[in-house]
């Protein structure tokens, strides 16, 4: 399993897994992540964000998630 985190993210990642250091705003560093893969799984965000921060959720985590998927 490759994962991509933030840099002074690697202690969150799962044990035994290849870390790719990256800011997931940025569609560049996707390309070394998701080199030979198949399955994309997108874990940035909240669980259950609060409807009074829709507008923080559209401009972060949903931002972030287009990234990701273009980048795929």
């Known amino acids: ?3 991509r ?3 002074g993210s690697e202690q969150r ?3 035994g897994s290849e870390v ?3 800011d997931p705003r940025e569609p560049a560093g996707y390309g070394a992540a998701l080199d030979g ?3 994309l799984v997108h874990l940035v965000g909240v669980a259950h964000p609060s409807p009074a ?3 923080l959720f559209r401009s972060v985590d949903l931002r972030d998630e287009l990234v ?5």
């Open 1 to 3: 399993m490759r994962v």
């Open 5 to 7: 985190v933030w840099p």
């Open 13 to 15: 990642a799962p044990r």
């Open 20 to 22: 790719v250091l990256g």
């Open 37 to 39: 893969v198949d399955t």
């Open 53 to 55: 921060k829709a507008s």
């Open 68 to 72: 990701s998927v273009r980048a795929a």
